[in-house]
């Protein structure tokens, strides 16, 4: 198949050209529903490139569509460009995303960040999806130690396209600048204790459920490792009154039994 030219044509004949490519490469059904649900070409045609980079099946090409991932996708605050060479930069920030959607989950409010740790890693399949391709899950609450004093960190991933560690810190409430000193030094410790010499820097990743885009970026001005800053939300929160109040599925299959007696 005829590759799309590197120079767009003064009439627009490659990119067409690639349009048509691009379009091809999908099953006719995840065309059908991007024509659907997208009204505009261009975004029709980043759904059709992530589907075919990501291998998305319908259902879960439908579940990005509803998540707005065009939206959120390479749109968290980071320092990339100053710790990062180019290429890198580029990569690693639109591999992230800005917010995070774990509507897979349910917590009852109040809750606490071990809690939403301990879901995100019951669902770990879910939430691999929603972090997106290449993230191999490395380990939950992964020891370091430092000067004989041991630290944990939340969440600790690899990138397989990225070729790098990325440590995901989840923070409950609203981001504190005090956040990316803590996981600039978790990056440091990682690249000197567990980073392969081939392996590319490691990326910190604090996910918290509100910032301040100037005092996060203030945040992140002066730190020498690359580190991201996202929200997260939770669409499927509970009161903790209202949880406790609704039946358990034995409750149900019980009752289901007394009606058919």
Not at 87 to 95: F, I, M, P, Y
Not at 163 to 184: A, H, Q, S, W
């Amino acid at each position: 198949m005829k590759q799309p030219v590197s120079q767009l044509q003064e009439d627009g004949s490659d990119k067409i050209e690639f349009r048509k490519q691009a379009v091809s490469q999908i099953p006719w059904g995840h065309n059908i529903l991007l024509m659907q649900k997208i009204k505009k070409k261009e975004t029709r045609l980043w759904y059709i490139e992530q589907t075919i980079l990501n291998g998305w099946s319908r259902d879960m090409l439908s579940l990005m569509i509803k998540s707005n991932l065009h939206l959120r996708q390479g749109e968290a605050i980071n320092n990339f460009s100053k710790t990062l060479p180019g290429a890198q930069s580029d990569l690693v920030r639109e591999t992230l995303k800005d917010p995070y959607i774990f509507d897979f989950i349910t917590l009852a409010q109040p809750f606490t960040e071990r809690e939403l740790e301990t879901e995100l890693v019951k669902q770990v399949q879910k939430f691999l999806l929603e972090l997106g391709a290449g993230f191999a899950f490395v380990g939950r609450q992964y020891k370091l130690t430092v000067s004989d004093q041991d630290f944990y960190l939340d969440l600790l991933f690899y990138h397989l396209k990225m070729r790098c560690f990325v440590i995901i810190d989840l923070k409950k409430g609203d981001f504190k600048p005090e956040y990316t000193g803590k996981m600039n030094f978790y990056c440091s410790a990682v690249d000197d204790l567990i980073k392969h010499k081939t392996d590319k820097p490691t990326i910190g990743l604090i996910l918290c459920q509100t910032k301040d885009k100037v005092m996060a970026e203030y945040a992140l001005r002066d730190m020498n490792k690359p580190i991201g800053i996202s929200e997260f939300e939770l669409t499927r929160l509970l009161p903790k009154n209202l949880r406790s109040s609704l039946p358990t599925i034995e409750e149900i299959e019980n009752e289901l039994k007394k009606r058919e007696d």
